[in-house]
């Protein structure tokens, strides 16, 4: 629900349960007035009628309004104010009368004075006054509704503007669009909080970056010194179990750089600074890497099948989608025993890449960084061992970064890989 | 041959001196751009090993300099990042290779062997061994005058070890030279005993000698002695 619909809804509902009350209390209040009114009124009359009784004049009545009699004598002067309900043949109705009865001894007469107003209906005008306070309702709901949808075409403008370039926001642009200014105070203060949060965003992101790579590098080199270093020893006259050691120290090496090197290239491809996107056909890499993967193939004296009944063409980084089809190749040679088959098959939108495997492989956590399938069957010494773990959560991070989807299943000893466009 | 080595860790610097002294070269070391700067300068070079990132800027900046002062050195670039643009910008610059840290000292003199053959000699002259004779430009070995028939990662395989006599090549080192790094970690090593196996038969057929020797299971040696 908008802020302004939230807001008029509140509004609304307040006015609807105030609007009554203010009808009661204002009714209520006129009743009162217009009472007292009448009240001095009849007071006045009754004083000019006890006047000229007292000049002997003769007042004449006028029933209802004006009605007097003279009566037996009265032991005391008094005035009755009361309410009396009479039949006017005029309006051919029972009328509310606001009713003064006046005791009075005039010049040794004794004289019942009865004088009454016309109330004002209290029906009728409790229903003008809602009448009109409905009205009223109805104009403001109109008027609100019509103001605030003009005022979020304006007063808003500068907020769904600077929303717009926030959805847009990206570190790795270079520029920011600037923001709309406003002269609101909150939108006004919600721009600095912006432009300094987005400033800060990038110089973050930029420090970040050149911290990893900073790192990447400030690692290689010592690698490098001891990787020279041990092939220099390497050269010496050395037991068998030395020059094992230093092979194995070598590899170890090698690996550690691996997996500085992956990471890296994981944290590139999350920022995505990897956007030379070109149209690529998939099926015609996994033929070149194929290709240059036959020393692996050939080795293991694996088959591979390769049935490619359509493209399967993306915008793609040619890096990224080189990355991509390696990393699932290697991983299908890698886990696929000696003689094995491995299918590749592309189908309307979907490659999918069939090895055969053993069944306890962790499906779940396959794509997750540094999850490795080493199973018990696997002899030590297998290179399986030394992977880095890396593989399949970059091929991962590719597919997510470039909107594919990719499921990995096992099926009677059967791992299948599919991405899908 | 007189190489220059722009290299700012002072350790790796030595290094790379003592291995070029090994196989004969003259070495000079500069230590950040300045000094690369008044080396490029004051001598003329055979090549120059550069590393990018130097404590006063990045030694891309200092390619436009060499190339305007040194009438035939060859450029190889030194980098711990493995990052394709600097790479591409460095080759676009004029540069001749790129090499990433870390690296085999066997990697680097095979890079620079190629280099400099390049320059000097477009290719044309010939790598020799007793009896064998590589004509790179023509991508043809022969033993004795005979001519042998090598597939291209076997010619690579021969070179690199001709190359690198003498030098014990672990397994690791000899596929990553043919294969890339990218693939040859993919995998354990075995593979290429095929590729030696071969070789070596086609040689011993053309009456050549085995001077391969292995090391220990863990690689090889082409040994001159």
Not at chain 1, 22 to 46: H, T, W
Not at chain 1, 125 to 142: E, K, Y
Not at chain 2, 200 to 222: A, F, M, N, Q, S
């Amino acid at each position: 629900m908008k802020l302004i619909k939230k807001s008029n809804r509140n509004f609304i509902w307040i006015t609807v349960l105030v609007f009554p009350l203010a009808c009661i209390v204002l009714f209520l209040g006129l009743q009162k007035i217009s009472m007292l009114e009448i009240d001095e009124k009849l007071l006045l009359l009754e004083n000019r009628i006890t006047k000229q009784l007292k000049e002997n004049k003769t007042v004449s009545s006028l029933a209802p309004l004006i009605v007097i009699s003279e009566i037996k004598n009265i032991t005391k002067e008094k005035k009755v104010w009361g309410i009396a309900k009479i039949y006017d043949k005029e309006e051919g109705e029972k009328d509310n009368f606001r009713e003064l009865k006046s005791y009075k001894k005039i010049n040794g007469i004794s004289y019942e004075i009865k004088l009454r107003e016309d109330l004002i209906e209290g029906e009728d005008f409790l229903f003008l006054i809602a009448a009109v306070f409905f009205s009223i309702l109805l104009l403001v709901i109109f008027l609100l509704y019509y103001f605030n949808k003009k005022l979020s075409q304006k007063i808003w403008k500068p907020f769904y503007k600077n929303l717009k370039i926030l959805k847009e926001f990206s570190l790795q642009k270079e520029s920011v669009s600037s923001f709309e200014d406003s002269d609101i105070d909150e939108f006004k203060e919600l721009k600095t909080a912006l432009e300094e949060l987005t400033k800060k965003a990038k110089t973050d992101y930029v420090t970040l970056k050149e911290f990893t790579e900073n790192a990447s590098h400030e690692i290689q080199t010592p690698l490098a010194i001891i990787s020279l270093n041990l092939e220099d020893i390497l050269q010496g006259e050395h037991t068998e179990s030395d020059y094992k050691k230093l092979n194995s120290s070598m590899q170890s090496i090698k690996r550690l750089s691996k997996i500085n090197e992956k990471l890296l290239l994981l944290a590139k491809i999350e920022n995505q600074q990897f956007s030379s996107s070109k149209s690529i056909d998939l099926t015609q890499i996994i033929k070149d890497k194929i290709e240059e993967l036959e020393l692996l193939i050939e080795s293991k004296n694996l088959e591979i099948r390769q049935n490619y009944n359509d493209d399967f063409v993306i915008k793609l980084d040619p890096f990224l989608a080189n990355t991509l089809i390696i990393n699932l190749l290697s991983n299908a040679i890698k886990f696929t025993p000696d003689n094995g088959l491995i299918e590749i098959i592309c189908v309307s939108d979907c490659i999918e890449i069939n090895n055969p495997c053993e069944d306890n492989i962790d499906i779940k956590n396959l794509f997750e960084r540094f999850t490795k399938n080493t199973s018990k069957n696997v002899p030590v010494n297998n290179s399986r061992q030394n992977s880095v773990g890396l593989g399949l959560a970059i091929v991962k991070k590719i597919t997510d970064v470039n909107n594919l989807k990719i499921n990995a299943v096992v099926e009677n000893k059967t791992f299948k890989i599919f991405i899908k466009k | 041959m007189k190489i220059l080595i722009v290299e700012d860790e002072q350790e790796l610097n030595a290094l790379l001196s003592e291995n070029f002294k090994k196989i004969g070269a003259m070495c000079l070391s500069a230590g950040n751009k300045f000094e690369a700067e008044d080396q490029v300068l004051k001598h003329q070079f055979d090549c120059i090993i550069l590393d990018i990132s130097l404590p006063d800027g990045s030694g891309l900046d200092l390619i436009p300099i060499i190339k305007s002062n040194q009438n035939n050195a060859g450029l190889l670039i030194v980098s711990a990042k493995n990052s394709l643009e600097d790479k591409i910008k460095g080759l676009d610059l004029g540069a001749d290779d790129y090499i990433t840290k870390p690296f085999h000292f066997a990697e680097l003199n095979s890079r620079l062997n190629a280099l400099i053959r390049r320059k000097d000699y477009n290719g044309k002259e010939v790598l020799k061994f007793n009896e064998i004779t590589i004509n790179i430009d023509e991508n043809q070995v022969y033993i004795n005058e005979n001519p042998l028939i090598l597939t291209k990662k076997e010619f690579l395989l021969l070179n690199f070890f001709i190359i690198n006599k003498d030098r014990i090549l672990t397994k690791e080192t000899i596929a990553e030279h043919l294969w890339g790094e990218d693939i040859a970690f993919l995998e354990n090593y075995d593979f290429i005993y095929t590729h030696i196996k071969n070789l070596r038969k086609k040689i011993e057929i053309l009456g050549g000698k085995d001077y391969l020797k292995t090391v220990h299971g863990i690689g090889y040696k082409y040994a001159s002695s």
